[in-house]
Protein backbone atom coordinates (compact mmCIF):
# COMPACT_ATOMS: atom_id res chain seq x y z
CA UNK A 1 0.00 0.00 0.00
CA UNK A 2 1.18 3.55 -0.42
CA UNK A 3 2.72 5.58 2.37
CA UNK A 4 1.34 7.15 4.49
CA UNK A 5 2.74 10.21 6.14
CA UNK A 6 3.46 9.48 9.99
CA UNK A 7 3.42 12.55 12.52
CA UNK A 8 7.25 12.13 13.51
CA UNK A 9 8.17 12.84 9.96
CA UNK A 10 8.75 16.17 10.39
CA UNK A 11 11.04 15.24 13.15
CA UNK A 12 12.81 12.74 11.87
CA UNK A 13 13.87 14.85 8.90
CA UNK A 14 14.78 17.99 11.31
CA UNK A 15 16.91 15.37 13.46
CA UNK A 16 18.77 13.99 10.53
CA UNK A 17 19.65 17.87 9.65
CA UNK A 18 21.08 18.21 13.41
CA UNK A 19 22.68 14.90 14.38
CA UNK A 20 24.97 12.30 12.91
CA UNK A 21 22.77 9.45 13.21
CA UNK A 22 18.90 9.08 14.15
CA UNK A 23 17.88 6.04 15.92
CA UNK A 24 14.32 5.00 15.24
CA UNK A 25 12.43 2.96 18.11
CA UNK A 26 9.36 1.07 17.92
CA UNK A 27 7.13 -1.98 18.63
CA UNK A 28 7.52 -4.81 15.92
CA UNK A 29 4.76 -3.88 12.59
CA UNK A 30 4.47 -0.38 13.53
CA UNK A 31 6.21 0.70 10.45
CA UNK A 32 9.53 2.25 11.22
CA UNK A 33 11.07 0.02 8.06
CA UNK A 34 8.72 2.44 5.70
CA UNK A 35 8.89 5.64 7.59
CA UNK A 36 12.45 5.57 7.72
CA UNK A 37 12.56 4.50 3.70
CA UNK A 38 11.47 7.84 3.09
CA UNK A 39 14.31 9.57 4.28
CA UNK A 40 17.30 7.16 3.36
CA UNK A 41 19.27 6.52 0.42
CA UNK A 42 20.30 3.18 0.86
CA UNK A 43 20.11 0.55 3.38
CA UNK A 44 20.74 -2.62 4.68
CA UNK A 45 17.99 -4.60 6.63
CA UNK A 46 19.63 -6.96 9.00
CA UNK A 47 16.73 -9.22 9.73
CA UNK A 48 16.35 -10.40 6.01
CA UNK A 49 19.85 -10.37 4.55
CA UNK A 50 22.33 -13.03 6.26
CA UNK A 51 25.16 -12.26 4.22
CA UNK A 52 24.51 -8.84 5.69
CA UNK A 53 24.70 -10.16 9.21
CA UNK A 54 27.96 -12.36 8.17
CA UNK A 55 29.71 -10.14 6.81
CA UNK A 56 29.05 -8.22 10.23
CA UNK A 57 30.75 -10.56 12.30
CA UNK A 58 33.75 -9.99 10.22
CA UNK A 59 34.15 -6.39 9.58
CA UNK A 60 30.77 -4.63 10.73
CA UNK A 61 31.97 -1.06 9.01
CA UNK A 62 31.48 -2.78 5.75
CA UNK A 63 27.99 -2.42 6.34
CA UNK A 64 28.19 1.15 6.85
CA UNK A 65 28.99 1.89 3.26
CA UNK A 66 26.92 3.63 1.11
CA UNK A 67 24.82 6.45 -0.12
CA UNK A 68 23.47 8.78 3.17
CA UNK A 69 21.31 8.60 4.89
CA UNK A 70 21.89 5.23 5.48
CA UNK A 71 18.78 3.00 6.66
CA UNK A 72 20.47 0.10 9.58
CA UNK A 73 17.16 -1.73 9.51
CA UNK A 74 16.84 -3.91 12.74
CA UNK A 75 20.26 -2.89 13.69
CA UNK A 76 20.21 -4.46 17.38
CA UNK A 77 20.53 -7.63 15.71
CA UNK A 78 24.17 -6.49 15.55
CA UNK A 79 25.25 -4.97 18.57
CA UNK A 80 28.63 -3.92 17.46
CA UNK A 81 27.23 -1.94 15.18
CA UNK A 82 25.65 0.62 17.43
CA UNK A 83 29.77 2.08 18.39
CA UNK A 84 30.88 1.70 14.82
CA UNK A 85 28.25 4.37 13.87
CA UNK A 86 28.99 6.16 16.85
CA UNK A 87 32.68 6.15 15.70
CA UNK A 88 31.66 7.02 11.97
CA UNK A 89 29.76 10.23 12.73
CA UNK A 90 32.88 11.45 14.75
CA UNK A 91 35.01 10.71 11.58
CA UNK A 92 32.81 12.02 9.27
CA UNK A 93 31.42 15.08 11.12
CA UNK A 94 28.36 15.76 9.43
CA UNK A 95 24.71 15.39 9.94
CA UNK A 96 22.26 12.94 8.80
CA UNK A 97 24.33 9.27 8.09
CA UNK A 98 22.43 7.20 9.61
CA UNK A 99 19.07 5.97 10.88
CA UNK A 100 19.36 3.05 12.55
CA UNK A 101 15.69 1.33 13.28
CA UNK A 102 15.25 -1.53 16.35
CA UNK A 103 11.98 -3.54 17.51
CA UNK A 104 13.64 -4.04 20.89
CA UNK A 105 15.58 -2.11 23.42
CA UNK A 106 19.10 -3.62 23.94
CA UNK A 107 20.65 -3.90 27.05
CA UNK A 108 22.49 -0.85 28.93
CA UNK A 109 25.58 -2.43 28.33
CA UNK A 110 24.97 -2.18 24.25
CA UNK A 111 24.71 1.34 24.50
CA UNK A 112 27.02 2.28 27.66
CA UNK A 113 28.45 4.93 25.02
CA UNK A 114 25.55 6.92 24.76
CA UNK A 115 25.75 8.74 21.85
CA UNK A 116 25.06 12.06 22.68
CA UNK A 117 25.46 14.42 20.68
CA UNK A 118 25.70 11.79 17.67
CA UNK A 119 22.67 9.92 18.18
CA UNK A 120 19.49 11.30 18.35
CA UNK A 121 16.30 8.73 19.75
CA UNK A 122 12.67 8.95 18.14
CA UNK A 123 9.91 6.99 19.35
CA UNK A 124 7.27 5.47 16.82
CA UNK A 125 4.11 4.30 17.77
CA UNK A 126 1.42 2.91 16.23
CA UNK A 127 -1.09 5.11 14.08
CA UNK A 128 -3.04 7.53 15.33
CA UNK A 129 -6.67 8.22 14.43
CA UNK A 130 -5.37 11.07 12.55
CA UNK A 131 -2.82 9.14 10.95
CA UNK A 132 -5.68 6.30 9.87
CA UNK A 133 -7.43 9.35 8.54
CA UNK A 134 -10.42 8.40 11.19
CA UNK A 135 -10.17 12.09 12.50
CA UNK A 136 -9.97 15.38 11.08
CA UNK A 137 -7.77 16.58 13.30
CA UNK A 138 -9.39 19.70 12.90
CA UNK A 139 -8.82 21.10 16.86
CA UNK A 140 -4.85 21.06 16.82
CA UNK A 141 -2.87 20.31 20.00
CA UNK A 142 -0.47 23.15 18.80
CA UNK A 143 -3.22 24.93 18.56
CA UNK A 144 -4.44 24.27 22.44
CA UNK A 145 -1.42 24.33 24.04
CA UNK A 146 -0.96 27.92 22.54
CA UNK A 147 -4.18 28.92 23.90
CA UNK A 148 -6.62 28.35 21.34
CA UNK A 149 -9.77 26.45 21.40
CA UNK A 150 -11.96 23.79 19.94
CA UNK A 151 -14.57 24.30 17.36
CA UNK A 152 -15.69 21.19 15.64
CA UNK A 153 -18.86 19.72 13.44
CA UNK A 154 -20.21 16.30 14.33
CA UNK A 155 -17.58 13.87 13.00
CA UNK A 156 -19.89 11.12 12.76
CA UNK A 157 -17.88 8.24 14.45
CA UNK A 158 -20.12 6.38 16.78
CA UNK A 159 -19.66 4.64 19.72
CA UNK A 160 -19.41 1.52 17.74
CA UNK A 161 -17.08 2.67 15.50
CA UNK A 162 -14.71 3.64 18.01
CA UNK A 163 -14.99 -0.05 19.28
CA UNK A 164 -13.77 -1.41 16.04
CA UNK A 165 -10.99 1.07 15.82
CA UNK A 166 -10.00 0.19 19.63
CA UNK A 167 -9.97 -3.47 18.32
CA UNK A 168 -7.97 -2.95 15.12
CA UNK A 169 -5.50 -0.40 16.14
CA UNK A 170 -2.94 1.76 14.60
CA UNK A 171 -1.04 -1.25 12.83
CA UNK A 172 -0.01 -0.32 8.96
CA UNK A 173 -0.25 -4.12 8.00
CA UNK A 174 -4.10 -4.25 9.06
CA UNK A 175 -4.75 -1.73 6.73
CA UNK A 176 -7.48 -2.42 4.41
CA UNK A 177 -7.94 -5.35 6.45
CA UNK A 178 -11.95 -6.72 7.97
CA UNK A 179 -12.14 -6.72 11.52
CA UNK A 180 -12.33 -10.02 11.94
CA UNK A 181 -9.08 -10.78 9.96
CA UNK A 182 -7.11 -7.24 12.41
CA UNK A 183 -8.39 -9.15 15.64
CA UNK A 184 -6.56 -12.85 14.22
CA UNK A 185 -3.67 -11.04 13.13
CA UNK A 186 -3.09 -9.20 16.39
CA UNK A 187 -3.54 -12.90 17.89
CA UNK A 188 -0.77 -13.65 15.98
CA UNK A 189 1.34 -10.97 16.79
CA UNK A 190 1.00 -11.89 20.70
CA UNK A 191 2.03 -15.18 20.12
CA UNK A 192 5.35 -14.50 18.45
CA UNK A 193 5.80 -12.44 21.35
CA UNK A 194 5.04 -15.46 23.78
CA UNK A 195 6.90 -17.89 21.69
CA UNK A 196 10.34 -15.90 20.48
CA UNK A 197 10.49 -12.11 20.89
CA UNK A 198 10.14 -12.06 24.68
CA UNK A 199 13.02 -14.63 25.03
CA UNK A 200 15.18 -13.03 22.07
CA UNK A 201 15.35 -9.74 24.01
CA UNK A 202 17.49 -10.73 27.13
CA UNK A 203 18.17 -14.57 26.40
CA UNK A 204 16.15 -16.22 29.15
CA UNK A 205 13.87 -19.00 28.19
CA UNK A 206 10.55 -18.38 29.16
CA UNK A 207 7.12 -20.68 29.56
CA UNK A 208 4.89 -19.13 25.98
CA UNK A 209 1.87 -20.47 28.01
CA UNK A 210 2.58 -18.28 31.09
CA UNK A 211 3.78 -15.37 29.18
CA UNK A 212 0.25 -15.18 27.61
CA UNK A 213 -1.27 -15.36 31.19
CA UNK A 214 0.84 -12.24 32.13
CA UNK A 215 -0.23 -11.01 29.00
CA UNK A 216 -3.58 -11.23 29.63
CA UNK A 217 -3.56 -10.28 33.31
CA UNK A 218 -2.04 -7.34 31.80
CA UNK A 219 -4.56 -6.22 29.74
CA UNK A 220 -7.18 -6.65 32.66
CA UNK A 221 -6.00 -3.64 34.20
CA UNK A 222 -5.04 -1.45 31.08
CA UNK A 223 -5.60 2.47 32.09
CA UNK A 224 -4.92 1.73 36.20
CA UNK A 225 -2.25 1.94 38.38
CA UNK A 226 -2.56 -1.61 39.31
CA UNK A 227 0.52 -2.86 41.52
CA UNK A 228 2.81 -5.25 40.19
CA UNK A 229 1.45 -7.74 43.52
CA UNK A 230 -2.11 -7.19 42.05
CA UNK A 231 -1.35 -8.23 38.43
CA UNK A 232 0.39 -11.31 40.33
CA UNK A 233 -2.90 -12.24 42.25
CA UNK A 234 -4.77 -12.24 39.17
CA UNK A 235 -2.04 -15.07 37.86
CA UNK A 236 -2.61 -17.72 40.35
CA UNK A 237 -3.85 -20.87 39.06
CA UNK A 238 -3.55 -24.50 37.88
CA UNK A 239 -0.23 -23.57 36.72
CA UNK A 240 1.06 -22.44 39.85
CA UNK A 241 1.52 -18.26 41.48
CA UNK A 242 4.11 -16.07 39.55
CA UNK A 243 6.31 -14.81 42.16
CA UNK A 244 6.11 -10.63 42.47
CA UNK A 245 9.70 -10.32 41.28
CA UNK A 246 9.18 -12.79 37.88
CA UNK A 247 6.23 -11.08 37.20
CA UNK A 248 8.73 -8.21 37.29
CA UNK A 249 11.10 -9.27 34.77
CA UNK A 250 8.45 -10.09 32.40
CA UNK A 251 7.08 -6.70 32.11
CA UNK A 252 11.02 -5.33 32.17
CA UNK A 253 11.20 -7.63 28.91
CA UNK A 254 7.88 -6.39 27.35
CA UNK A 255 8.90 -2.83 27.77
CA UNK A 256 12.33 -3.42 26.22
CA UNK A 257 10.56 -5.20 23.14
CA UNK A 258 7.89 -1.49 22.97
CA UNK A 259 4.95 -3.54 23.90
CA UNK A 260 3.95 -1.95 26.90
CA UNK A 261 4.60 1.55 27.53
CA UNK A 262 3.05 3.25 31.20
CA UNK A 263 1.65 6.32 32.01
CA UNK A 264 3.97 8.43 34.56
CA UNK A 265 2.28 10.36 37.40
CA UNK A 266 2.78 14.43 37.35
CA UNK A 267 3.64 15.79 40.61
CA UNK A 268 2.93 19.23 40.64
CA UNK A 269 3.07 21.90 43.35
CA UNK A 270 -0.20 21.48 45.22
CA UNK A 271 -2.11 24.57 47.39
CA UNK A 272 -3.71 21.64 49.56
CA UNK A 273 -1.73 19.56 51.67
CA UNK A 274 -2.98 16.25 50.07
CA UNK A 275 -0.44 13.79 48.92
CA UNK A 276 0.81 13.07 45.36
CA UNK A 277 0.69 9.15 44.49
CA UNK A 278 3.16 8.38 41.94
CA UNK A 279 2.19 4.96 40.42
CA UNK A 280 2.21 5.08 36.70
CA UNK A 281 -0.65 3.68 35.09
CA UNK A 282 -0.41 0.56 32.99
CA UNK A 283 -0.70 0.66 29.24
CA UNK A 284 -0.13 -1.61 26.45
CA UNK A 285 1.49 1.00 23.25
CA UNK A 286 -1.80 0.03 21.37
CA UNK A 287 -5.23 -0.61 23.32
CA UNK A 288 -5.95 -3.32 20.28
CA UNK A 289 -3.37 -5.51 21.74
CA UNK A 290 -4.93 -5.38 25.17
CA UNK A 291 -8.38 -6.38 23.26
CA UNK A 292 -6.07 -9.36 21.19
CA UNK A 293 -4.72 -11.01 25.00
CA UNK A 294 -7.89 -10.70 26.20
CA UNK A 295 -9.60 -12.51 22.93
CA UNK A 296 -12.22 -9.70 22.61
CA UNK A 297 -14.19 -8.38 19.85
CA UNK A 298 -16.18 -5.05 18.92
CA UNK A 299 -19.35 -6.64 20.56
CA UNK A 300 -17.76 -8.22 23.50
CA UNK A 301 -16.46 -4.04 23.75
CA UNK A 302 -20.13 -2.90 23.47
CA UNK A 303 -21.53 -5.28 26.06
CA UNK A 304 -18.90 -4.49 28.72
CA UNK A 305 -18.94 -0.84 29.24
CA UNK A 306 -16.25 -0.75 31.84
CA UNK A 307 -14.06 -2.67 29.90
CA UNK A 308 -14.65 -0.81 26.53
CA UNK A 309 -13.92 2.64 28.99
CA UNK A 310 -10.88 1.73 29.60
CA UNK A 311 -9.57 0.70 26.73
CA UNK A 312 -10.94 3.99 25.02
CA UNK A 313 -9.04 5.54 27.63
CA UNK A 314 -5.52 3.77 26.43
CA UNK A 315 -6.76 5.08 22.75
CA UNK A 316 -6.63 8.29 23.80
CA UNK A 317 -3.69 8.10 25.22
CA UNK A 318 -1.90 6.44 22.39
CA UNK A 319 -2.89 9.63 19.83
CA UNK A 320 -1.91 11.70 22.76
CA UNK A 321 1.64 10.54 22.71
CA UNK A 322 1.86 10.38 19.21
CA UNK A 323 0.95 14.40 18.80
CA UNK A 324 2.34 15.60 22.24
CA UNK A 325 6.19 13.98 20.61
CA UNK A 326 5.48 16.39 18.47
CA UNK A 327 5.18 19.39 20.58
CA UNK A 328 7.89 17.81 23.17
CA UNK A 329 4.95 17.16 25.42
CA UNK A 330 4.83 14.68 27.68
CA UNK A 331 1.58 12.36 28.46
CA UNK A 332 1.02 11.92 32.30
CA UNK A 333 -1.86 11.51 34.53
CA UNK A 334 -2.56 12.43 38.07
CA UNK A 335 -4.02 10.68 41.54
CA UNK A 336 -3.46 11.94 45.02
CA UNK A 337 -4.48 10.57 48.49
CA UNK A 338 -8.01 12.39 48.49
CA UNK A 339 -9.25 10.07 45.62
CA UNK A 340 -9.13 13.27 42.89
CA UNK A 341 -7.55 11.89 39.70
CA UNK A 342 -6.89 13.32 36.35
CA UNK A 343 -6.97 10.80 33.82
CA UNK A 344 -4.32 12.43 31.37
CA UNK A 345 -2.02 15.82 32.45
CA UNK A 346 0.09 17.06 29.05
CA UNK A 347 3.39 18.97 30.47
CA UNK A 348 5.43 20.30 27.88
CA UNK A 349 9.47 21.21 28.02
CA UNK A 350 8.63 25.07 28.52
CA UNK A 351 6.52 23.91 31.69
CA UNK A 352 2.38 24.65 29.88
CA UNK A 353 0.54 21.83 30.93
CA UNK A 354 -2.97 20.74 30.99
CA UNK A 355 -5.46 18.25 31.91
CA UNK A 356 -8.04 16.23 30.21
CA UNK A 357 -10.42 13.77 31.53
CA UNK A 358 -11.46 11.00 29.14
CA UNK A 359 -15.42 9.96 28.71
CA UNK A 360 -16.93 7.26 26.44
CA UNK A 361 -20.19 8.63 26.59
CA UNK A 362 -21.46 12.58 26.49
CA UNK A 363 -23.71 11.69 29.85
CA UNK A 364 -20.42 12.12 31.98
CA UNK A 365 -19.03 15.24 30.65
CA UNK A 366 -20.48 17.34 33.38
CA UNK A 367 -19.18 15.63 36.29
CA UNK A 368 -15.66 15.65 34.28
CA UNK A 369 -15.40 19.13 33.83
CA UNK A 370 -16.30 19.59 37.47
CA UNK A 371 -13.99 17.12 38.37
CA UNK A 372 -11.44 18.88 36.43
CA UNK A 373 -11.76 22.45 37.82
CA UNK A 374 -11.67 21.54 41.62
CA UNK A 375 -7.94 20.25 40.28
CA UNK A 376 -7.28 23.38 38.40
CA UNK A 377 -8.22 24.62 42.45
CA UNK A 378 -5.78 22.46 43.73
CA UNK A 379 -3.07 23.19 41.44
CA UNK A 380 -0.34 26.30 42.21
CA UNK A 381 -0.81 27.88 39.60
CA UNK A 382 1.35 30.93 41.33
CA UNK A 383 3.75 28.57 40.71
CA UNK A 384 3.12 26.06 37.92
CA UNK A 385 0.61 28.62 35.91
CA UNK A 386 -2.60 28.47 34.61
CA UNK A 387 -3.25 25.34 32.16
CA UNK A 388 -3.03 25.78 28.94
CA UNK A 389 -6.72 24.35 28.24
CA UNK A 390 -8.89 21.99 30.30
CA UNK A 391 -11.25 19.47 28.38
CA UNK A 392 -12.33 16.36 28.32
CA UNK A 393 -11.75 14.31 25.24
CA UNK A 394 -15.22 12.27 24.32
CA UNK A 395 -15.81 9.52 21.60
CA UNK A 396 -17.94 11.12 18.79
CA UNK A 397 -20.02 14.58 19.13
CA UNK A 398 -18.93 18.28 18.06
CA UNK A 399 -16.44 20.22 19.33
CA UNK A 400 -17.02 23.25 21.30
CA UNK A 401 -16.21 25.02 24.40
CA UNK A 402 -18.36 24.76 27.82
CA UNK A 403 -19.38 28.16 29.30
CA UNK A 404 -16.97 27.03 32.48
CA UNK A 405 -14.19 27.19 29.94
CA UNK A 406 -13.89 23.21 29.90
CA UNK A 407 -13.41 22.47 26.25
CA UNK A 408 -14.83 19.26 25.05
CA UNK A 409 -13.02 17.20 22.55
CA UNK A 410 -14.22 14.35 20.17
CA UNK A 411 -11.65 12.36 19.12
CA UNK A 412 -11.82 12.17 15.79
CA UNK A 413 -11.22 16.01 15.69
CA UNK A 414 -8.02 16.16 17.75
CA UNK A 415 -4.58 16.37 15.66
CA UNK A 416 -1.34 17.44 15.95
Not at 159 to 182: F, Q
Amino acid sequence: MPYRPRVIDDELRLLLSSAGAVLLEGPKGVGKTEAARQHARSEVLLDLDSSARTVADIDPGLLLAGEVPRLLDEWQLVPSLWNQVRRAVDARRASGQFILTGSAVPADDVTRHTGAGRIARLRLRPMSLFELAHSSGVVSLRALLNGGTASAPDTGLTVSDIAELVCTGGWPLNLGMSTRASLRALRSYLEDVQRTDIQRVDGVSRDPSRVARVLRAYARHVSTEASTSTIAADLDGATGAVHRDTLSDYLTAMERLLVIEEQPAWAPHLRSRARVRNASKRHFVDPSLAVAALRASPEHLLKDPALFGTLFESLVVRDLRVYGQAHDTQVLHYRDNTGLEVDVVLESADGRWAALEVKLGSGAIDAAAASLMRFRQKVDTDRVGPPAFLAVVTASGYAYVRPDGVQVIPIGTLGP
